[in-house]
């Protein structure tokens, strides 16, 4: 990797971030920051790195998301279990705005990592801690995986039919919902710190970025005498909001619960007397006649293609949208407009798809400078810049399996 391209030009361009830790969380919080212009330096360990280089389905020796994940990422490699290694991360500290870290909460501070002593060394840093539980609570010390996050936060409770176990969502909600709260909390650290000159903590859990996600469940149970459940497709008294298939054999989600658009699509429809009928005229109405008028929508969408649907809904002003697998993103001349489908190099020399930067920033636009590196690809490098290790010290160093 360049300085070009460890240096991005997004708004967080001349931010420094070391990025401790592995898997999802933190590691997708550092790609985010890295996203917008952030130089991330990713320490991981000399013998298999992040083990997210082998997770997922595997392509020529290296997992089809890790170029993305690590993209904008200089990888330093350092054995943390040492004392050497420690020392090494207490200097690169000391030279960066941003440390990144989803260990177990305490496993810094048995290393001499924590914030205190980091800060000692470096007053402005923000150290953003990713985590099951935080760092803070009766089981703060307890391990913690997205999963768990997402059965505690509530949302599994909330996600499949209502005759079923819970469900999840077939990605990793839990870590990514968490690793942009991680990035929220970087940031607006990082603005007080412009006006105070001072760093702090920020603790992020899993569960509690799920948790804030989940509306007014709390309010709806303890004072409304409701307890929010599983209920499929549909979220109870909002219709018609659903998926519907179409004569070949596609699925197009129609929103249309508004009381205006539903009389547009009672137009599209050709079935105009639906929006007086006192069934469906209005919100209340049609929340109580779901099932049937989701069964009318569904008998009128069977018997046109998607395309010829879409643009039929289009033309009168209702929102919906195919239900989209990755081909259809790949082939979508939207995803396309927008730059929401890259080309990352791979390790072995070819490319891999990947999503774009989001959001979009008019004036200081964030981007891709570098797909994921090999392990310690920068570790020479960045060692001796940031921690002034000279050839001697590298060479004990690595030697002594420390660094790689």
């Known amino acids: 990797m360049t300085s070009d391209a460890r240096h991005g030009a997004g708004p967080l361009a001349g931010i420094r971030v070391l990025e401790l830790g592995s898997f999802i969380a933190g590691p997708?919080?550092?790609?985010?920051?890295?996203?917008?212009?952030?130089?991330?330096?990713?320490?991981?360990?000399?013998?298999?790195?992040?083990?997210?280089?082998?997770?997922?389905?595997?392509?020529?020796g290296e997992s089809l998301w890790w170029p993305s994940l690590a993209r904008n990422k200089a990888s330093v490699a350092i054995d943390l279990r040492t004392d050497e290694g420690r020392a090494l991360v207490r200097r690169i500290a000391a030279e960066v705005d941003v440390v990144l870290e989803n260990f177990r909460p305490g496993t810094l501070a048995r290393w001499g990592l924590d914030y205190e002593s980091l800060a000692e060394v470096n007053p402005k840093l923000v150290v953003v801690h990713v985590s099951g539980f935080g760092q803070t609570g009766p089981r703060a010390a307890d391990a913690g995986f997205g999963s768990?996050?997402?059965?505690?936060?509530?949302?599994?409770?909330?996600?499949?039919?209502?005759?079923?176990?819970?469900?999840?969502?077939?990605?990793?909600l839990g870590d990514s919902l968490a690793a942009m709260f991680a990035v929220i909390g970087t940031m607006g650290a990082l603005v007080e710190r412009a006006r105070?000159?001072?760093?702090?903590?920020?603790?992020?859990?899993?569960?509690?970025?799920?948790?804030?996600?989940?509306?007014?469940?709390?309010?709806?149970?303890?004072?409304?005498?409701?307890?929010?459940?599983?209920?499929?497709?549909?979220?109870?008294?909002?219709?018609?909001?659903?998926?519907?298939?179409?004569?070949?054999?596609?699925?197009?989600?129609?929103?249309a619960n508004a009381d205006t658009v539903f009389g547009r699509l009672c137009k599209a429809m050709d079935k105009v007397e639906l929006a007086t009928d006192e069934r469906y005229a209005s919100h209340a109405a049609r929340g109580a006649n779901m099932v049937e008028l989701d069964d009318l929508i569904g008998a009128w969408t069977t018997g046109l293609d998607a395309e010829a649907l879409l643009a039929l809904l289009e033309e009168h002003g209702v929102p919906a949208g195919r239900v989209y697998t990755a081909p259809d993103?790949?082939?979508?001349?939207?995803?396309?407009?927008?730059?929401?489908?890259?080309?990352?190099?791979?390790?072995?020399?070819?490319?891999?798809?990947?999503?774009?930067?989001?959001?979009k920033f008019s004036r200081t636009p964030g981007g891709v400078r570098a797909s994921g590196p090999r392990i310690g690809e920068h570790s020479r490098q960045l060692l001796a810049e940031l921690a002034g290790v000279d050839d001697a010290e590298w060479s004990q160093l690595a030697d002594a399996g420390v660094v790689r």
């Open 28 to 60: 997708f919080a550092g790609q985010l920051l890295g996203d917008y212009g952030a130089e991330v330096v990713k320490v991981e360990a000399p013998v298999g790195g992040d083990p997210m280089r082998t997770w997922g389905v595997v392509h020529e």
């Open 329 to 359: 993103m790949l082939a979508d001349p939207h995803y396309r407009a927008r730059d929401m489908v890259l080309r990352l190099a791979t390790a072995a020399g070819g490319e891999v798809p990947a999503a774009g930067v989001v959001p």
């Open 196 to 255: 105070s000159g001072r760093g702090q903590e920020v603790d992020v859990a899993i569960y509690e970025a799920v948790a804030a996600l989940m509306e007014s469940t709390m309010a709806d149970h303890e004072l409304g005498g409701r307890t929010r459940g599983r209920t499929g497709s549909v979220l109870p008294g909002v219709a018609p909001s659903n998926a519907y298939p179409t004569r070949d054999g596609s699925e197009v989600l129609i929103a």
């Open 148 to 172: 768990i996050g997402e059965a505690m936060g509530g949302i599994r409770h909330t996600t499949g039919e209502p005759d079923r176990a819970p469900s999840r969502a077939g990605i990793s």
